[in-house]
Nanobody, 123 residues
Framework: QVQLVESGGGLVQAGDSLRLSCAAS????????MAWFRQGPGKDREFAAG???????RYTDSVKGRFTISRDNAKNTVYLQMNSLKPEDTAVYYC?????????????????WGQGTQVTVSS
C-alpha cells in the first residue's frame, strides 16, 4: 500500500509561483508513474502533469511552459513547480501514483491518491 502526502499549497496572487511536494511511502516509488491532477470549483478532476520513473514528462496544454514536474527517487518525492500562476489554476491539487498500463490522462488508471492540497490564485 502506498501513502501519498501533498504539501505546498496556499493563496497567491496572479503571476506568483508555488512548489507542491508529494512524499510517498510504503511502495516501490521509482517504479510508479507519478502525476498531479487538479479539480477546480464545479469541475471534473483533470490531469495536469505526469512523470515516469525514467523522467519522461507530459503536461496538459493549459500548463505547458508554466509548470514543471520532477521527481527525486532517493527521497520518494515528486514536485510540481508552478510559475506564472493564473486565477484559472485555482483548484485542489492531488498527487497520484500509477503502477500499471493505461493512459496517463485518466484518473481511473491511478492506484493511489493523496488527500489534496488547495491552491488559490487571486487576480
Amino acid at each position: 500500500q502506498v501513502q501519498l502526502v501533498e504539501s505546498g499549497g496556499g493563496l497567491v496572487q496572479a503571476g506568483d509561483s508555488l512548489r507542491l511536494s508529494c512524499a510517498a511511502s510504503g511502495g516501490t516509488f521509482r517504479t510508479y508513474v507519478m502525476a498531479w491532477f487538479r479539480q477546480g470549483p464545479g469541475k471534473d478532476r483533470e490531469f495536469a502533469a505526469g512523470i515516469s520513473w525514467t523522467n519522461l514528462t507530459r503536461y496538459t496544454d493549459s500548463v505547458k511552459g508554466r509548470f514543471t514536474i520532477s521527481r527525486d527517487n532517493a527521497k520518494n518525492t515528486v514536485y510540481l513547480q508552478m510559475n506564472s500562476l493564473k486565477p484559472e489554476d485555482t483548484a485542489v491539487y492531488y498527487c497520484a501514483a500509477k503502477s500499471g498500463t493505461g493512459t496517463w490522462y485518466f484518473a481511473s488508471n491511478y492506484n493511489y491518491w493523496g488527500q489534496g492540497t488547495q491552491v488559490t490564485v487571486s487576480s
